[in-house]
């Protein structure tokens, strides 16, 4: 079964073209300045060179014919007609508390995606738009919405609830949902399968460090906490946002700069992290460690802050989990910064750890991290998201 997965943002629309059976990308690219000027798309088929194209997408439907167009093309093209596409995947960001799983898209489920929307106004109406503009494309093509959300909703009361009056939970739904759940739920299974052992019988700590970056706890299967919140903003230091805060600092630099408190919270999502510690310097980990060995400060420093943290969380989870017996790794900082894993790595004596200094210079590889006499065990597990949507796409198609 051939898988469209589309992943749908504001500009940009994200591609695979995935054949289930055998779970091969046939082709992927990128559609860029969807509705700016000077749009492109940039389409690599496998084994094939990639392609770029400059070409005005004054919306999304624009953007969805100019993939299929290219998914059909005589010469960079990898299936005959559209015939070909038995389904599309589409990455949904937030399922509020209605998604706990993928779903078949139909007008009920669509309705509900534009309910939940408040809740991620910048990413449900473009995720959306994907959906639209697939529909009016290819009609009868049977779609899957797949939600960031979903593999979180196991997650208990106690681990999900502010603490703020209830009654902002029942008017408005204000509570941690996480993020990043299709990886935490493919990572954490494929660990369980390496280490030959059941998911329900492992307590897993899954550090998604990428640009955006989520820690989750899945005991006995479930996700049992996270450390995103109500948006991406909670948890971990990022490349751009700040993670944890004292929520009092909104209002006191609202005063101080003379901004409104969505201004602020706009610098904390886009500023901040390790590129606002940084004074500027980057929010690429890789720039960062270039900087830090050229001794400019404020690069070690963000870098080391964003090293603790994660360290942080994984005692914290941990604890929420009463032990823990393997720690993965992964993303693009995970899985390739060599120097990030050794930090964090260096704060977990206390868990039996140590590192293995030789399988640590391995970047983008499933990976055992931790030398053989470690009692708790870490891995480097590339994620793949988008494998993950089109698994559960075909199961449900
Ligand atoms: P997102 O999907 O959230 O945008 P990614 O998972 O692609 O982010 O991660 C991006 C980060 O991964 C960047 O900070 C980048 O520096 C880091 N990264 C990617 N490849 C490497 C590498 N080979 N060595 C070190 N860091 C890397």
């Not at 209605?98 to 139909?106: G, P």
């Not at 870490?378 to 075909?394: F, L, N």
């Amino acid at each position: 079964m051939n898988i469209l997965v589309i992943n749908c943002g504001s500009s940009s629309l994200k591609y695979q073209l995935i054949d289930s059976a055998n779970e091969t990308v046939l082709a992927k690219g990128l559609c860029e300045r969807i509705g700016i000027q000077g749009g492109q798309i940039t389409h690599t088929p496998a084994g094939g060179e990639k392609v770029t194209e400059q070409l005005e997408l004054p919306d999304h439907v624009a953007a969805v014919d100019a993939v299929l167009s290219k998914l059909t093309d005589a010469k960079v093209g990898v299936v005959k007609s559209l015939d070909e596409i038995d389904a599309v995947g589409h990455r949904i960001v937030h399922g509020g508390e209605k998604f706990a799983s993928s779903v078949l898209i139909t007008d009920e489920v669509i309705a509900a995606i534009e309910e939940v929307s408040d809740l991620a106004p910048l990413h449900n109406p473009a995720n959306l738009t994907g959906i639209h503009s697939c529909r009016k494309l290819m009609p009868n093509v049977p779609m899957v919405a797949v939600f960031d959300t979903a593999f979180h909703q196991t997650m208990p009361k106690k681990a999900y609830l502010y603490g703020l009056p209830y009654e902002y939970y029942e008017k408005y739904k204000v509570r941690r949902y996480g993020f990043h759940g299709t990886s935490h739920d493919y990572v954490s299974a494929r660990i369980a399968a390496i280490l030959g052992k059941a998911r329900e019988d492992l307590k897993i700590i899954v550090c998604h460090l990428g640009n955006g970056a989520s820690i989750s706890a899945v005991k006995n299967g479930e996700c049992v906490d996270t450390s995103m919140g109500l948006t991406p903003l909670e948890g971990l230091i990022m490349g751009t946002r700040s993670g944890d805060i004292d929520p009092a600092i909104i209002s006191f630099l609202a005063d101080k700069e003379n901004l409104s408190a969505s201004e602020i919270i706009d610098i904390c999502n886009k500023k901040s992290g390790v590129l606002g510690l940084s004074g500027g310097v980057s929010s690429d980990f890789r720039d960062l460690s270039a900087a830090s060995e050229e001794g400019n400060e404020l690069a070690s420093t963000a870098l080391s802050a964003w090293s603790y943290r994660v360290a942080k969380y994984i005692g914290a989870y941990t604890a929420a989990m009463n032990g823990v017996d393997v720690i993965v790794f992964t993303a693009g900082v995970g899985e390739n910064n060599v120097q990030a894993r050794a930090e964090i790595i260096s704060y977990l004596g206390y868990l039996g750890i140590t590192l293995n200094e030789d399988a640590n210079t391995i970047r983008g590889e499933e990976v055992e991290i931790s030398t053989p006499q470690s009692s708790t065990k870490v891995w480097v597990v590339p994620t793949d998201e988008e494998m993950a949507i089109a698994r559960q796409t075909a199961a449900l198609v």
